[in-house]
């Protein structure tokens, strides 16, 4: 008997590349990019799933670009909205059990605890609006589903706070960071860890929170990335970093204060425990430090 198929949708993108890496071997996977299968494009998507017959699928698809979707509305509408629920919707009629990704966004940052999945979204930006009405039609759907929160993912790769920092602390002796936002980073691998257990576990339904272990404010995670990457060689010349306020750094879309997530409830239902986010970054910094050797 061949072993369950699993569909990663979105496999161009960094969670999607980290599932790739991290596949249970009990599962056989099939990764997809958006070259490869649109997920807004609905007969496509149809096709892919009528041709693949995944019994599982991971939707690591998302517009993610939080500043530009405040001009490019429509398209993260179509990618982080609709196309969950058609995702969903195709999941139902065929059985698929179906983990999607959503974003600690949905919520506004006036809080002052880590938030539990039982507290009511409140975003304040296209973003976190759009990523809300994704993760509420999958909720609604009827599919087998888990939906995963997350906070400040990053990879070796793709686009992320991580690698924007190392690419301008090579260049400049100092980078001004903002130390009023405080949040939870997550490594790509983390996330996709967590992904492979929802997707496999047929009790897990509803909402879900994971992040690292700890919260900290982007400056420190800026002076961490600095102290990391200098002990093992990635940076070789001495980095100041500047700590700024949120107003001294104005962007198009505003950023929730405080945007940590309680993963307690994930780790009691999965018998997981949380790795502590410095560990997660040296290594990150290690998988970054080796594609460059």
Known sequence: M?????????????????????????????????????????????DCLQRLSPQMVINAAAYTAVDAAEEDRHRAQVLNAEAPKHLATLCTERGIRLVHVSTDFVFDGAATTPYLTTETPAPIGVYGKTKLQGEQAVLASGAAHAVVRTSWVYAPQGKNFML????LMGERGAVSVVSDQVGAPTAASSLAHICWLLAQ????????HWSDEGEISWYEFACAIRDEATAIGLLTTPVTVEPITTSAFPTAAKRPAYSVLNA??????????????????????????????
């Open 2 to 46: 061949s072993h369950p198929l699993a569909l990663v949708l979105g496999a161009g993108g960094q969670l999607g590349q980290a599932c790739l890496a991290v596949v249970p071997p009990q599962l056989r996977v099939q990764g997809l990019t958006r070259a490869q299968c649109d997920v807004t494009d609905h007969e496509a998507l149809r």
């Open 164 to 167: 924007t920092m190392l690419r």
């Open 201 to 208: 576990n047929a009790e897990a339904q509803g909402l879900f």
């Open 264 to 293: 307690k409830q994930t780790c009691n239902r999965l018998g997981v425990a949380q790795r502590p986010w410095r560990d997660a970054l040296r290594d990150t910094l290690q998988a970054v430090e080796a594609r460059e050797s």
